[in-house]
């Protein structure tokens, strides 16, 4: 069993749609990261958090401790999003300490 | 506009040859990551560093690959003989060791033939 599991693998919405994505793991961490990566290859970092919630304009992260449970939420989707979103825990005594990646879920959104 | 630099962005070099990435990092970050992704085993970290010091470096091959940070504003992943399973994205990424989040650059594309 991978130490970071996300799901959906793949998710396919309409443009408009909420997007829920889901990070479980079962190590203890410092922090949480989303991570986006568009075709192009590059990676942007989203949030990072250790407890509660953050918001960035049309992107929610939420994180429950005790349940080793993170999600990301989009809301009104657009295909701008389309990108491959990626989960990673940070263990160690800082947040800046090594991060374990998910496998990541492929978003695609149609106009 | 801080952003992380790597070079060169893309290689293509024959088995055996070495082969050097370079990163620096954002002007003030004080640890600096080695990532690769590949398509079967995802991203994975290869070594990191704080203010210079390697402090885990599990993830890579010893045989054949080596990290440095010869400054703070330089970081060197060194291949020596390539394979062609060390094809991958390699990525560098900076940050700052307190609450910080980590800045990536944008990835060596490395095939080896």
């Known amino acids: 069993k991978n130490e970071v599991e996300q799901s959906p693998q793949n998710l396919t919405a309409q443009e408009g749609e909420f997007i829920t994505i889901n990070c479980s793991y079962s190590?203890?961490?410092?922090?949480l990261h989303w991570l986006q990566q568009h075709p192009g290859g590059g990676i942007v970092s989203l949030f990072m958090l250790s407890s509660g919630k953050k918001k960035h304009g049309r992107l929610i992260a939420t994180i429950n401790i005790q349940e080793k449970h993170s999600s990301l939420h989009i809301t009104a989707s657009h295909p701008r999003d389309s990108a491959v979103y990626i989960c990673a825990v940070g263990a160690g005594e800082t947040s800046g300490s090594r991060l374990t990646f998910g496998e990541g879920t492929q978003l695609t959104v149609n106009p | 506009d801080a952003r992380v630099t790597q070079t060169p962005r893309h290689k293509v070099t024959e088995m055996g040859q070495e082969v050097t990435m370079r990163c620096q990092p954002i002007?003030?970050?004080?640890?600096v990551f080695w990532y690769r992704q590949t398509m079967m085993q995802g991203l994975e970290l290869l070594a990191y560093f704080r203010n210079r010091a390697p402090l885990d470096d599990s993830g890579m091959p010893k045989d054949r690959f080596s990290a440095e940070m010869p400054d703070a504003t330089l970081a060197t992943l060194k291949i020596q003989p390539s394979e062609p399973r060390d094809s991958a994205v390699y990525f560098c990424?900076?940050?700052?060791?307190?609450?910080?989040?980590?800045?990536f650059g944008p990835g060596t594309r490395l095939t080896v033939t």
């Open positions: 002007l003030g970050h004080n640890t």
């Open positions: 190590v203890g961490i410092s922090a």
């Open positions: 990424a900076s940050g700052l060791d307190r609450g910080n989040e980590q800045y």
